[in-house]
């Protein structure tokens, strides 16, 4: 029986300018729709608004969908621009799974953290909610240029038919070509920040450098880029980079390393949240992927990027060095690069500075390397360790390898989890397991199963002295219905294994900063999300013997600093780094680093991978991917690069709060950071922040 469509209900708000300010809750204008008859008819909303200069974690139209069996549908929106813009419309359509008995629509102009706040003004008029089926009309449109490969655009649109959204694209040719400035029959060579994302279609100015100068810590590692732009009638083949041995002016050469590595660029796709200092909205091209050395191709009006990295060994003798790089294609020398490299006085730690948990998960890499499991397993933890991260597993099912631990540990690992709690999964194929149910955590079968798997393997541990270094981790982001089998499972497991803390990221920490919820607190450590975590009930928690770490995935999105996305500037997920030591927060997670789609391994014979998948429904494409599966190798990124700097910068600081004190420290950091969602995108003044780093290290002040 075809389904009668619900008439067209108009909400019209004629609001008020909504000014910037702290809003704990929802701000802005709201309606809510009954449903006597509930059904599972397509929901459309749409509105318009106009903004002045307006900042804010939500500026949006936001849908809270209730079903009938009393679940729900959180946060179905569709977002407006920020900044500065005149009347513009935003829409979106839902297709409910279940019957929907009531939907919330709200206008939202805010940020959801204490001590966060909005900025701008902002309009709303002429919102609607619709329940019917669609009939074709197109929702988003998303174009990108195909260069340069060639010069059509594709544009895709979603569209709406039915209980259908479908996406189609259409190629067509690009009414705004982009027209390379290298003079014709020219290559440039020149060089860019690590902290700067450079695309296939970013090209040199007049002012950029050809150069490259680093300083680092005995025990660091720093990176610079150096960039081949070809004319539009100019096309290399077989470009390669000849690196040099790195002298003092006595001869002394640099005890460590130096290596090169190729970017790789991904096909940017629809649907993501734009960051306002992303890259341009025609570009379809961006960087990640750090494939490993060969002669690469650079297409004709095209820039090729290439990764230096500079390892200082921890008995490097400090002072200058010096050396040139060379590239050249197919032999021919294209440019020689003047390299400076400046080797501090002082080392960082062996042991990381910084407790991290960064999720590499056994089942995506054994899933992509069935056959050298063990093997990839290795070289996975060595590039974390690389890159001064814990190789750890929130979601782990079976403990550890106790001689992974101890090599890990070896290379400076300081925390690791020994076990999710939830029960073992009953196909040993499943790539992962993160959250399970009430019923399945208060069995008391499960209790005695977890206890019996933990409580020997601890004792085993302290045989090998890594007891102190373990905790186990559960109640993944639940609600505060878990509250009860949080507390009963954690007051147990104190008794039963004592030593060993219990870490979560269940809400019951944001729960009790917003008042929804009183104390005490149930759990050893907590780790909200960096815009949910409070200073003040942090330092209360902490004065009870309890740790408070903080973690970024696919929130928060802008303006708060994130990694998760490549649409996010590449300095945020180093910028972080000085937050974590501002804020005080104990540590830092990531949920997942290998989350690979498929089964497929990534070839690098070019460094073009238009087939590999960008897009995901969060909006936060990018989200999990920190590591790709090349044929050969697994591969870092400049997103790991990034993590790995901001670690470093805060061992930076560490090390001169020894020195100077902390206060000492954090007027350094103020200087690019003035809150969680104020803060300096410059390399140059990080690096000058760094520079007042070395120099309390080195001379106390």
């Given at each position: 029986m075809k389904k009668t469509l619900i008439a067209l209900v108009l909400m019209v708000l004629s609001m008020p300018v909504i000014s910037a300010g702290h809003v704990p809750v929802k701000r802005g204008r709201w309606k809510v729709f009954q449903y006597e008859n509930p059904d599972r008819t397509p929901i459309l909303f749409s509105g318009w608004s106009k903004a002045v200069d307006a900042h804010a974690l939500e500026y949006s139209i936001f849908l809270d969908v209730f079903y009938t069996d009393g679940t729900a549908a959180w946060g179905r929106r569709a977002d407006f621009r920020l900044g500065t813009h005149d009347w513009e419309e935003a829409k979106g359509v839902f297709v409910p799974k279940k019957p929907v008995k009531k939907i919330e629509v709200y206008a939202l102009f805010r940020s959801k953290a204490q001590g966060e706040k909005t900025k701008g003004s902002v309009k709303f008029r002429d919102f609607s909610l619709e329940r019917r089926e669609g009939k074709g009309e197109t929702f988003s449109t998303f174009s990108v240029t195909d260069r340069p490969f060639s010069s059509t655009r594709a544009e895709t649109k979603t569209v709406f038919k039915g209980r259908d959204l479908k996406t189609i694209t259409v190629n067509e040719a690009d009414p705004t070509p982009v027209v390379s400035p290298v003079p014709a029959g020219k290559t440039v060579v020149w060089t860019e920040d690590s902290m700067r994302l450079v695309t296939p279609l970013t090209f040199p100015s007049a002012s950029a450098k050809r150069s490259i100068g680093l300083a680092l810590a005995k025990r660091e590692r720093e990176s610079a880029q150096i960039l081949v732009s070809t004319a539009a009638d100019v096309e290399r083949c077989a470009v390669t980079l000849e690196l040099p041995v790195l002298k003092r002016k006595d001869g002394t050469v640099l005890r460590g390393k130096v290596d090169w590595r190729r970017q790789g660029y991904l096909a940017r796709e629809y649907g993501a949240h734009r960051h306002p200092f992303s890259f341009p909205e025609n570009e379809r091209w961006f960087p990640d992927p750090l494939l490993p050395p060969a002669p690469m191709r650079v297409r004709p009006a095209a820039t090729q990027g290439t990764w230096l990295t500079v390892y200082a060994a921890p008995d490097a003798i400090p002072g200058e060095y010096r050396g040139t790089v060379v590239v050249r294609d197919d032999g021919k020398v294209l440019a020689k690069v003047p390299m400076s490299v400046t080797v501090r006085d002082f080392s960082l730690p062996e042991t990381f500075g910084l407790e991290t948990a960064y999720t590499l998960m056994d089942g995506f890499t054994r899933a992509i390397y069935p056959e050298c499991f063990k093997e990839k397993k290795r070289e996975a933890i060595?590039?974390?360790?690389?890159?001064?991260?814990?190789?750890?597993?929130?979601?782990?099912?079976?403990?550890?390898?106790?001689?992974?631990?101890?090599?890990?540990?070896?290379?400076?690992?300081?925390?690791?989890?020994?076990?999710?709690?939830?029960?073992?999964?009953?196909?040993?194929?499943?790539?992962?397991?993160?959250?399970?149910?009430?019923?399945?955590?208060?069995?008391?079968?499960?209790?005695?199963?977890?206890?019996?798997?933990?409580?020997?393997?601890?004792?085993?541990?302290?045989?090998?002295?890594?007891?102190?270094?373990?905790?186990?981790?559960?109640?993944?982001?639940?609600?505060?219905?878990?509250?009860?089998?949080?507390?009963?499972?954690?007051?147990?497991?104190?008794?039963?294994?004592?030593?060993?803390?219990?870490?979560?990221?269940?809400?019951?920490?944001?729960?009790?900063?917003?008042?929804?919820?009183?104390?005490?607190?149930?759990?050893?450590?907590?780790c909200p999300t960096t815009d949910a975590y409070d200073v003040e009930v942090s330092n209360q928690l902490?004065?009870?013997?309890?740790?408070?770490?903080?973690?970024?995935?696919?929130?928060?999105?802008?303006?708060?600093?994130?990694?998760?996305?490549?649409?996010?500037?590449?300095?945020?997920?180093?910028?972080?780094?000085?937050?974590?030591?501002?804020?005080?927060?104990?540590?830092?997670?990531?949920?997942?680093?290998?989350?690979?789609?498929?089964?497929?391994?990534?070839?690098?014979?070019?460094?073009?991978?238009?087939?590999?998948?960008?897009?995901?429904g969060n909006g936060m494409p990018g989200d999990g991917i920190m590591m790709y599966p090349g044929e050969k190798e697994i591969w870092p990124s400049i997103k790991l690069a990034q993590c790995r700097d901001g670690v470093e910068d805060y061992e930076y600081l560490q090390l001169a709060a020894s020195k100077a004190g902390i206060e000492a420290c954090d007027n350094v950091t103020k200087t690019i950071v003035r809150t969680k969602t104020d803060f300096s995108r410059s390399p140059e003044e990080l690096r000058k922040a760094r520079e007042l780093l070395s120099s309390i290290i080195t001379n106390g002040r």
């Open positions: 060595d590039i974390m360790l690389d890159h001064r991260l814990n190789p750890d597993d929130i979601s782990r099912t079976t403990p550890p390898e106790i001689e992974d631990l101890i090599y890990a540990r070896s290379r400076g690992m300081n925390r690791f989890n020994i076990l999710n709690i939830v029960p073992p999964p009953k196909n040993p194929d499943v790539r992962w397991v993160l959250t399970c149910s009430e019923k399945a955590i208060a069995d008391p079968k499960f209790y005695d199963y977890f206890v019996g798997v933990v409580g020997p393997y601890v004792e085993n541990l302290r045989k090998h002295g890594l007891d102190k270094l373990a905790y186990v981790y559960g109640f993944d982001e639940r609600p505060k219905e878990f509250n009860p089998v949080v507390e009963a499972f954690w007051k147990r497991f104190q008794k039963d294994i004592p030593g060993i803390p219990m870490m979560t990221t269940a809400k019951n920490y944001q729960d009790f900063v917003r008042g929804k919820i009183k104390g005490p607190l149930a759990c050893d450590w907590f902490r004065k009870e013997g309890k740790k408070v770490w903080w973690y970024v995935c696919c929130s928060p999105v802008y303006p708060y600093a994130n990694f998760a996305s490549w649409e996010y500037p590449p300095i945020e997920g180093r910028i972080l780094g000085w937050m974590t030591h501002l804020y005080r927060a104990d540590g830092f997670l990531f949920w997942i680093v290998n989350k690979w789609h498929g089964k497929s391994r990534m070839n690098g014979d070019d460094t073009y991978f238009p087939s590999y998948r960008t897009h995901n």
